[in-house]
């Protein structure tokens, strides 16, 4: 049988819209530092990290192959490193192979991105359209983002009214999440008056630009035992990926989601998951993707998510306790965050937002244009 | 660790991102672009595994790996929106004027819709299942803005049309 794998210790720096007096190996090192003052480990090729997972985006850090400014960080130095240049998740999801493979006992994942370094977001999402039909038209992710709320809003009852319900409730739970700094509360009439983005996207329904790190060590399960006496076992993970044309795809139907899903759950064996999770950390880039992923997840049943939001679904459920993505982490650390938040509910470290006795928790990521690629991840204590 | 750093006399540096670029365009891509250059005709191509014509055309379905080198067909130039955003935001890479509306259209005789700029309304006034037209570009191009833009087929309230692009 394969090894576990236990989530030994989770760190991150604040997130904050402009770290302007930080490089970004700066804000990478502060998480190091702590992973390794909570754990005690060092690169001693005798027990120690045995690999470094890293995850960052080269046009966010406007350097190509932008893990090679991190080997002194990462502790690579005639070691192993790895980049993942992915939504973070995916790093969880190698450091758990590399580990149930039997390569390494000990990983090291840790990703950072300073978001307010380009002068745009949205330029630099719209790098990921192709040259020939997709940029020319001016894609980038809010737009498909708009394209696919558009579709989904309909089908699933999800109006105006609904997206404010969320984003209020997002910001007044970042309040409680002190990794969060300089984000304001607002009202459901500042959400509603706030400009359109890409109809029906509005500027308040959008993730914060933020600038910040997270990282987490991994290890397989005796070795976890010796690091922790707490820790988070991933019970199981599954991704997908979506067509890359927009118009190949049914934007509203979640399929990669919850192909994605049913592989994570089959892994846990998990055959009932409405009532499996006692929290849920989802990525919620824009306010309407909290109640699709939520569909797509099948937490909540299709087509359902404004009654969902109508009957206080995100509260009953405990969705998103630490603010989610709309209380603004980067892009590409969105469901490494969402990990590192689940992990420390199951070790009863979330402070303000702890649930109470919480044992089993999802961590959902998504990468790419209109939801294109999602990543689900399964986590458990003893 | 909390640090308070003397940041007095600290300070960032711009930098730019900026590379001139060229792409191959593919053996199916330059087909597609230069009958949409030269004869304004929009093609697709046809799986015979699952009877999908796609658009943009493609060298291989990604449902059945069939080979879709000639199985050309010709699609449009009319179709129907399926679904629409209204980008509001002006940027480097957003085509002028916004708002812009963005919209998946289905043309005749295509199972996939391509996303374009529709033009030549008040962007208010667009609806899913709107009927519209390729408008091709006067000049010639060597992207999808060979079509400039769509507008709808029956006259609409009207409003300003997007600006003609640089090629
Ligand atoms: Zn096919």
């Not at chain 1, 998951?273 to 797509?296: K, R, T």
């Not at chain 2, 909390?2 to 199916?28: M, N, Q, S």
């Amino acid at each position: 049988m394969a090894r576990r794998v236990g989530i030994c210790a989770v760190a991150q720096t604040t997130w904050e819209r402009d770290k302007w007096s930080q490089r970004f190996q700066g804000m990478a090192l502060e998480v190091l530092e702590d992973l390794l003052a909570r754990t005690g480990l060092t690169f001693s090729e005798d027990g120690g990290i045995g690999m470094s997972i890293s995850v960052s985006d080269d046009i966010f850090d406007a350097r190509t192959i932008s893990d090679n400014a991190m080997t002194d960080v990462l502790g690579a130095h005639m070691g192993c490193e790895e980049k993942v240049a992915q939504e973070g998740l995916q790093a969880l999801y190698y450091g758990l192979a590399a580990i149930r493979s039997g390569h390494v006992d000990v990983v090291l994942v840790l990703g950072h991105c300073k978001e307010s370094q380009p002068a745009s977001r949205n330029q630099v999402t719209h790098m990921a359209f192709d040259p020939f039909y997709t940029r020319p038209v001016g894609l980038d992710f809010t737009a498909a983002a708009g394209l696919q709320a558009q579709a989904y809003a309909a089908r699933a009852g999800v109006g105006d009214r609904h997206l404010a319900q969320v984003v209020v409730r997002a910001r007044q739970l970042a309040t409680r999440n002190l990794k969060i700094t300089g984000l304001p509360v607002v009202t459901a009439a500042e959400v509603l008056a706030s400009p359109l983005l890409a109809d029906p996207l509005r500027e308040l329904h959008a993730y914060p630009v933020s600038d910040g790190a997270v990282g987490l060590i991994l290890a397989a399960e005796e070795r976890a035992r010796e690091i922790t006496d707490r820790p988070v076992w991933i019970a199981g993970v599954g991704n997908c990926m979506d067509s890359f044309f927009l118009g190949d795809r049914d934007l509203a139907s979640n399929f990669p989601l919850r192909q994605a899903a049913a592989r994570a759950y089959r892994r846990a064996g998990i055959d009932h998951p409405q009532n499996a999770f006692d929290v849920v950390e989802l990525s919620d880039q824009y306010a309407y993707q909290q109640p699709m992923w939520m569909e797509g997840l099948g937490l909540v049943p299709a087509g359902g998510g404004g009654a969902w939001i109508d009957a206080g679904g995100p509260e009953a459920a405990r969705v998103n306790l630490s603010g989610g993505m709309l209380a603004g982490n980067p892009l590409i650390l969105g469901g490494l965050v969402r990990a590192a938040e689940a992990a420390l509910q199951l070790r009863g470290e979330a402070g303000d937002h702890q649930v109470p006795g919480a044992r089993r928790a999802l961590a959902h990521g998504v990468m790419g244009p209109a939801g294109q690629f999602h990543t689900v991840a399964v986590l458990e204590r003893d | 660790m909390e640090l308070t750093p003397d940041l007095r006399d600290c300070f960032t540096v711009p930098g730019k991102l900026a590379l001139p670029y060229t792409y191959f365009a593919g053996r199916i891509g330059s087909r597609f672009l230069l009958a949409l250059q030269e004869e304004h005709r929009i093609l697709g191509v046809r799986c015979a595994g699952c009877a999908t014509v796609l658009v943009p055309p493609r060298a291989t379905c990604d449902r059945c790996q069939a080979d879709l080198a000639d199985t050309w067909v010709e699609v449009g130039p009319a179709g129907r929106v399926e679904n629409f955003t209204v980008v509001r935001y002006a940027d480097r890479h957003v085509p002028e004027p916004v708002p812009l509306v963005l919209a998946l259209i289905r043309l005749d005789g295509a199972d996939t819709p391509l996303v374009h700029r529709l033009g030549g309304m008040d962007p208010e006034a667009v609806r899913v299942g709107l009927r519209v037209t390729a408008v091709f570009a006067a000049e010639p191009r060597d992207t999808l803005l060979c079509i400039d833009h769509f507008r709808p087929l029956a006259p609409q309230p009207s409003a300003a049309g997007p600006r003609p692009q640089g090629g």
